[in-house]
């Protein structure tokens, strides 16, 4: 279901990026009560001298800047969208050794009807979680 993708500079470590693959996921799981195994996620790692901060580049500034992509289904409540900005971004910071003022993080709303679960939309794959989580943001 959701897809975490995180953008860093290439150099780190085996053990960082099996970090940066695990942690977020869970922390997603935790805030939206999903089944870890629905979260998929991934390190995108760009050469040094192809990935910049204000035409400045990571190579030059010898400091990563983590940018993070949250993709997940339209319809949960605010109050998670800003729990995953917060933590997600603060446990990247973390993993990765940066203030947290040099991460990023997006959040893609993507609607149930144009998300593909096994080769079916998730609108009627998942249709009475859908309809739930709905109802839930509706009423907050």
């Not at 959701?2 to 869970?26: H, M, Q, W, Y």
Request: charged letters at 30%; hydrophobic letters at 40%.
């Amino acid at each position: 279901m959701p897809f975490i993708r995180i953008d860093v500079a290439n150099g780190l470590s085996t053990a960082t990026k099996k970090r940066l693959l695990r942690e977020p996921a869970e922390i997603f799981a935790e805030i939206t009560e999903s089944p870890l195994d629905r979260v998929r996620s991934q390190v995108h790692e760009l050469p040094v001298g192809e990935f910049a901060v204000g035409g400045v580049t990571i190579a030059e500034s010898g400091q990563q800047a983590p940018f993070i992509s949250v993709d997940l289904l339209a319809g949960r409540p605010l109050e998670q969208h800003r729990a995953i900005i917060e933590r997600i971004s603060a446990c990247v910071a973390e993993i990765v050794d940066v203030p947290i003022e040099r991460t990023r993080l997006r959040i893609n709303e993507i609607p149930p009807h144009d998300w593909g679960i096994g080769g079916v939309p998730a609108s009627e794959r998942r249709k009475a979680e859908i309809d739930a989580r709905r109802a839930d943001s509706s009423d907050g």
